[in-house]
Structures are given as structure tokens and as C-alpha cells.
């Protein structure tokens, strides 16, 4: 049988990542994304599940509303409203089953075939895969070092058609790790309110700020019902129980809730009530505190190794916060044969090119993790790329 | 601000359901379809959460691969070769979070706006609803005592374009209750073949049989790689974990794990590693006995209530298991006035208009569900329905 698949989904390759990264023998992570197993509340998550399965047995393994538990759900809205400003009076929220359901949701919701989408580049490949799955036309608009440059944007805006979202990580960008400036939100809004385009604004990483101060969300100052907020807890408690949230205009949250019931009718019970129960029950500011120690701690290694291994090959910006670093590789140093050569001396790095919009143009930047690896694999790793970078340029 | 949802998702209306169902005061639910409570393995679910949050915590709360956890991918690979018949040497699996995403993952896979789904009539509305809002065109096949009926099946395949895939329940269908025969299942397979058309195979509910000898999967004789086939713990353990799985030749595999990918990364780990265990450590084939003997109960319960209450204004044939009676009204019996009076006079059914493909086509049918009431409230329940239909022909 030949298979017919949908025209997003059959254009869909399968990412040159997984065959960069393939290698032999042990590999230090600093490619993947998973968040630091001991910023875990193991503890909570235990206790907490075991009570739930002794006070509410069937509550939690029965079906549930496709809105999500309705406490669980005010409980999101009062935190959306006074942790994150992150919702109005015309907001509602439901449930997800973590936040990449939200850019499915959204997806769903409002793309047609063809409809453009405006991204940040570079950005997050599981958001962009998503759109593309649903035939948009990537339409990305470069990131500098307090947020997408906003002349692009307008350009951009003026000239595509069917626009029907700006995708942005206001926070800690994955991969590029800037935080977007107050000014630049405001003006966003702004350009998005003027054409008449909506924003979703995901944000997994803000609460995982390691220096200077929160920026208001963008959905702070939705008075037009532009916004779709996205928030996850797969950085603050543990990205193995898919639970996340959205907060968008009542309207657009009726349409995101039918098209949640076509993908899996709701989120599991259980790991709601979970999460339900340590919102409302357990030191959730203190355990923030305690999880951006750990970060700041990684955080500081990578980037202190990196100056002092890497400093003559790279350029970088140190984040605030969130989970990666964004280098560029000298120029005399070719990107692919880097990260191939550090994959084969045992040390995975994310080639650039895989969170552009166009993967084959060209880019010397690498996306480097410090939150998957041990502090020892932290200073091994980058010991490994800065001999690689030492013996590609000695060779070249 | 004026929202441009997408073409599929904009068509799809609310559902008239709600509303009809809209009822003050205590109801009794012969309308919706949870699985009996009783039925639930409570006290497994709970001591196999204990074991594997203290046995394998990190596991249990990092990011798993979106294939599911292989381990259980394996398990449920062998399960579904040996129990169900539902996998062959060119097939793959993967855990999906609740039989609907398989649904939503084939659409999103394979359907263009405008490419066509063949479905029975009636038929499970979250199907339907997802295969809608992928801005499909639905196709109706009316069922009969022994499942689709054939001649029409192969008219519409002649004549409909783009067909992608023909979408069955065979097993105790929703709502009809009805098992396609073992001889209609290699009729629809061979009409499948010949005009290159894949079948979307979804068994939810054939543990739950209660009379009768089971009937092969179509999955059983697909050589040539046509079938999906959808399976899900919802009814033999419980709804509320969201854990299913698909079995489907390799390449589609692949494509509906990178459509996977975009909708929720993975299923939880947590209640996945509660199913691995409960399959390869608990008495599953035990267990499946204990829940048939309860379903058997409940459904030769309603049924003898329904043949005592309503024998003069219904026809139905008792089904042989699953979690429906699809039962016909007396023509002077108006079926939604029915639908609504039994809904004031306490008692929900889902009137029959729900599974259609177009829900302005008049039917008098109506859905009653034997599972989620308690045995006294089927018997108050029918009793009710009883009076409501003799009231209803007295005044007219």
C-alpha cells in the first residue's frame, strides 16, 4: 500500500538532529532539553499520589471534564491572574496535557492550510513541527538580545498574508536564550493589535529566572483578547506528568476545549489531581526558590567553563534563566563538523540549524543544555569541545 | 477582536446534546458512557503508583520518547499479536493517551480539508467530531444486525473521492451495540484493498463481552498493510489514565509519532508505568472475567427492564457486550419530545440524532447506557421512561 498522507504531515522530514547526535559509546547530554532530575519534588509527587488514590480512587480514574478538574482550573486561574498577570476578566483557562498541546490546540483551532505563521528564529523545533504538521508557512523574523527585532516583525506583518499568529518565548527563548524587553512586548502588542494578528505567548521557563528582574507577560496587557498564555509545569515540577495550561479569550477557549476533546479528551486525572493538590497544598514559592538555586548553580558552571574552555570559539550571551545557552562558533570552525566531531569525541550538542525555519540555510550557532547533565558532565563536556575546537582549528 | 478559526474547527457546532440534556434536579444517568466505577482495579492502580514512584521516580517523572515506554510498547506489541490477533511482523506501536488521540493522530496524519472518512451511521461523535474538525467530509454507512451494510459501502467507494480511510467500531459498536459478522470483516477488508482505501479499526470495548463468541480482528488479516487498530485500557482499567495504543504498519507508525510529537511530546510516564506493571504482573485475563461478570449483569439488567417497561414502544437487539442499548422508539412517539420529557422527568439518554452523520436527519433511536447508573438506578430509571412513554402516547 502507498500511503497518502496529509500534505503538512508528509512534508514533515525527520530531523537531521537524531542522525547528528547518533553515536557510538557514552555521550555526555548537553543537547537534550530534559529539566534537572533533582529539581524534582519527588517527595510531594509520592505522598501526593498516594493520597489521591486513597481519598478519591474514582475521581481519578474516571473520566473527567475536557476542561480539566474544575478546582484544578480555578486554582490555574488565580494563579494566572496573580503570579503571572497572565489573565483578565475575559480569560478563561483549561487544562492540557503539557504545554506542546497548546501550539496543537492553537494549531487546530485557527490554521488553515496554507496560513502563515510568524516565529521567532531560531525557536523551539517541537512548536514549529507542529505548525508545519498543519501546513503553515513558517514565516520567521530574527531574535536579538532583548527580543525579536521588531522592524522585521512589521515588515513581515505588512507583507504575508493569512497571518494568523505570532509565536513567541518571551522568556529564556529556547534555543536562543534572550528575554524579550518590556518596550519590545509593548510594541508587539501593538503591531499584532494594529494587523490584527494574535500572539501566543508560551512560557515554560519563567519561573526558572536566575538573575535580574521578571518582565510583565505580554498577556498582561491583553485589553483586546489578542493573547494566548501558555504555561507549563514540566520545568517546575517534572515534565513526566503532561500538565500544562492556556489562558486565551472565553471564546477562543471554547474552540481550544472542542478541540481538545478530538485529541485526547482530557488530561489524566490523576496527574491533575497531583498537580492540584501541590498547588494548594505545598510550598510552591519556596520550591521555585529552591529549583532556581540549582539552575543559577548549573547555569554559572556551563557559562564559566565555556569562557574559560571555549572563550577563543565562541560568542554568547549569558540567559538569565531557563535552560539553554546560544553560542556562535568562529567562523572558521563549520558548524555541522563541530557538533559531529564532538558527538564522535562523546559530548552531544544541538546543531543551530535545527530550530530555523529554513534548516538548510546557514548558521554557526550551537544550542548548548545544563540542566540534563550532572555538574561533573558539565565540566568534562565542554573540556571535550574545547579540545575539538582546539584540534579542528590546529588541523584547518 | 473577531477570531478566523480554522475551517474545520469554525464548522464544528456545540452540540445539541448539552442542551437537551440540560435537566434540573437529580439525574439518572442512562445517557453517558463511563465505564462502571466498581469495575475499576482500585486497589492495583494504587499499590503499582506506590511501587513505581518509589522504585522508579525519575522514570516516572522525566521526559519520556514519544513511542511510549518501551517496555510496554513491547508488552502491549505481544498482547496485541497474541490476545487480540491485532499486530503483524510489518506492524508497529505506540502508546497513545487514550484510544481518542488515535483518532485525532490518523486524522491529522492523513486527511487534506476536503478528503472524505467513511463512517457507519450512527457512530461515536468524538470520532466524528475529530475527523470534522480536520475539515474531513463524512460519509455515512448505515449499520445492520451484523454490522456495516456492504453494497452501500462499495457504492460509496465508488463514487466518493479521496476517500482516506473507512473508520469502524466492529466490536459492541457506539452506539449501536451491534459485532460486525466474521464474514462482513473480510468483505469490508477485501472492498478496502480493492479501492486503496485504509481502515480505521477502533476496539474499545472488545474485553467487554458478555455473550457470544468473539469474532477476529479485521487487523487479523491485513497482509497489505491497510489497518489501523486502535485499542484502549479505558474500559479494562480505567478512563481517567488516558492510556491507549495503536497498531498500524511501520511507515505509518513513524508518521503518526512524529504527529504524536507535535500534540503532547508523550503519554505520561507515570500511568504508563502503571499499566506496564498491571499487564505483566497483575491478573489481567482474571480481571477482564470479573469486570464481564459485572457488565453482563448491568446489561441483563437493563435489558429485562427495558423488555418489561417499554416493550410496547421499543424495539432493540440486546448486544453481546460493549456498554450500549440502541434502541428504537414507536413512530408515534416523537424521539427528541422523548428525550426531553425522560430529561425532565429525571432520567438522560442521548437521543440518537448525536451519531449521525447529519444531525438534522430525523431517527427515532435513542442511546441508553447500563455502565455508569448504579443496578438501582437503571431500574428507577427505566421505570421512569416507562411512565414518560405511556404519558406521551395517552395525551397524543
Given at each position: 500500500?502507498?500511503?497518502?498522507f496529509?500534505?503538512?504531515?508528509?512534508?514533515l522530514?525527520?530531523?537531521?538532529?537524531r542522525e547528528?547526535?547518533k553515536?557510538?559509546?557514552?555521550t555526555?547530554?548537553?543537547a537534550?532539553?530534559n529539566?534537572a532530575?533533582?529539581a524534582f519534588?519527588v517527595e510531594d509527587v509520592?505522598?501526593?499520589s498516594?493520597?489521591?488514590l486513597a481519598?478519591?480512587?474514582?475521581?481519578?480514574l474516571q473520566?473527567?471534564?475536557s476542561?480539566g478538574?474544575?478546582p484544578l482550573?480555578?486554582?490555574?486561574l488565580?494563579l494566572?491572574?496573580?503570579?503571572y498577570?497572565?489573565?483578565?476578566d475575559?480569560?478563561g483557562l483549561i487544562?492540557?496535557s503539557?504545554?506542546?498541546?497548546?501550539m496543537?490546540?492553537a494549531?487546530q483551532?485557527?490554521?488553515?492550510p496554507?496560513d502563515?505563521?510568524?516565529?521567532?528564529e531560531?525557536?523551539f523545533i517541537?512548536?514549529l513541527?507542529?505548525?508545519?504538521?498543519?501546513g503553515?508557512?513558517l514565516v520567521?523574523?530574527?531574535?536579538?538580545?532583548d527580543g525579536?527585532?521588531l522592524?522585521?516583525?512589521?515588515?513581515?506583518?505588512?507583507?504575508?498574508?493569512?497571518?494568523?499568529?505570532i509565536y513567541t518565548?518571551p522568556?529564556?527563548?529556547n534555543?536562543g536564550g534572550t528575554?524579550?524587553s518590556w518596550?519590545?512586548?509593548?510594541?508587539l502588542y501593538?503591531?499584532?493589535?494594529a494587523y490584527?494578528v494574535?500572539?501566543?505567548?508560551?512560557?515554560?521557563?519563567g519561573?526558572?529566572?536566575v538573575?535580574g528582574?521578571?518582565?510583565?507577560a505580554i498577556k498582561s496587557?491583553d485589553t483586546d483578547?489578542?493573547?494566548l498564555?501558555?504555561g507549563s509545569?514540566?520545568?517546575?515540577?517534572a515534565?513526566?506528568?503532561r500538565?500544562?495550561?492556556?489562558?486565551a479569550?472565553k471564546p477562543?477557549?471554547?474552540?481550544l476545549?472542542v478541540?481538545?476533546?478530538?485529541?485526547?479528551?482530557?488530561?489524566?486525572?490523576?496527574?491533575?489531581l497531583v498537580?492540584y493538590?501541590?498547588?494548594?497544598?505545598?510550598?510552591f514559592v519556596?520550591?521555585?526558590?529552591?529549583?532556581?538555586g540549582i539552575?543559577?548553580r548549573?547555569?554559572?558552571?556551563?557559562c564559566?567553563?565555556?569562557d574559560a574552555?571555549?572563550?577563543d570559539?565562541?560568542t554568547y550571551?549569558r540567559?538569565?534563566?531557563?535552560?539553554f545557552?546560544?553560542?556562535?562558533?568562529?567562523?572558521?570552525?563549520?558548524?555541522l563538523?563541530?557538533?559531529k566531531?564532538a558527538?564522535?569525541a562523546?559530548v552531544?550538542v544541538?546543531?543551530?540549524v535545527a530550530f530555523?525555519?529554513d534548516?538548510?540555510?546557514?548558521?554557526q550557532y550551537?544550542r548548548?543544555?545544563?540542566?540534563?547533565?550532572?555538574?561533573d558532565?558539565?565540566?568534562?563536556?565542554?573540556?571535550?569541545?574545547?579540545a575539538?575546537?582546539?584540534d579542528m582549528?590546529?588541523k584547518?
Amino acid at each position: 500500500m502507498e500511503y497518502k498522507f496529509s500534505a503538512g504531515l508528509a512534508a514533515l522530514k525527520p530531523s537531521m538532529i537524531r542522525e547528528i547526535l547518533k553515536s557510538s559509546g557514552t555521550t555526555i547530554p548537553l543537547a537534550a532539553g530534559n529539566p534537572a532530575p533533582d529539581a524534582f519534588p519527588v517527595e510531594d509527587v509520592r505522598r501526593l499520589s498516594a493520597e489521591v488514590l486513597a481519598e478519591s480512587p474514582i475521581l481519578a480514574l474516571q473520566y473527567g471534564i475536557s476542561e480539566g478538574y474544575t478546582p484544578l482550573v480555578e486554582t490555574l486561574l488565580k494563579l494566572a491572574k496573580e503570579r503571572y498577570g497572565a489573565a483578565g476578566d475575559n480569560d478563561g483557562l483549561i487544562v492540557v496535557s503539557g504545554a506542546q498541546q497548546v501550539m496543537s490546540l492553537a494549531s487546530q483551532s485557527f490554521l488553515n492550510p496554507g496560513d502563515a505563521v510568524i516565529c521567532e528564529e531560531p525557536s523551539f523545533i517541537g512548536a514549529l513541527n507542529c505548525f508545519r504538521s498543519f501546513g503553515a508557512k513558517l514565516v520567521g523574523v530574527p531574535i536579538e538580545a532583548d527580543g525579536m527585532d521588531l522592524s522585521i516583525l512589521e515588515e513581515k506583518l505588512k507583507t504575508e498574508k493569512n497571518v494568523k499568529f505570532i509565536y513567541t518565548i518571551p522568556n529564556f527563548q529556547n534555543p536562543g536564550g534572550t528575554t524579550m524587553s518590556w518596550e519590545k512586548r509593548q510594541k508587539l502588542y501593538a503591531l499584532a493589535k494594529a494587523y490584527g494578528v494574535l500572539i501566543l505567548e508560551d512560557n515554560p521557563y519563567g519561573d526558572l529566572r536566575v538573575s535580574g528582574a521578571d518582565v510583565p507577560a505580554i498577556k498582561s496587557i491583553d485589553t483586546d483578547g489578542l493573547v494566548l498564555y501558555s504555561g507549563s509545569f514540566s520545568k517546575i515540577v517534572a515534565p513526566g506528568i503532561r500538565v500544562g495550561f492556556v489562558v486565551a479569550p472565553k471564546p477562543v477557549i471554547a474552540k481550544l476545549t472542542v478541540a481538545k476533546q478530538t485529541q485526547d479528551v482530557h488530561t489524566p486525572m490523576l496527574t491533575q489531581l497531583v498537580v492540584y493538590k501541590w498547588l494548594t497544598e505545598c510550598d510552591f514559592v519556596g520550591h521555585i526558590e529552591k529549583i532556581r538555586g540549582i539552575y543559577r548553580r548549573k547555569l554559572n558552571l556551563l557559562c564559566d567553563c565555556l569562557d574559560a574552555e571555549l572563550g577563543d570559539f565562541i560568542t554568547y550571551h549569558r540567559p538569565e534563566g531557563g535552560l539553554f545557552v546560544w553560542a556562535k562558533l568562529r567562523d572558521d570552525l563549520d558548524m555541522l563538523s563541530f557538533c559531529k566531531a564532538a558527538s564522535a569525541a562523546g559530548v552531544s550538542v544541538v546543531p543551530g540549524v535545527a530550530f530555523m525555519v529554513d534548516e538548510t540555510a546557514p548558521t554557526q550557532y550551537i544550542r548548548l543544555n545544563f540542566s540534563t547533565p550532572s555538574d561533573d558532565d558539565i565540566v568534562k563536556g565542554v573540556r571535550i569541545l574545547g579540545a575539538v575546537a582546539r584540534d579542528m582549528t590546529a588541523k584547518g
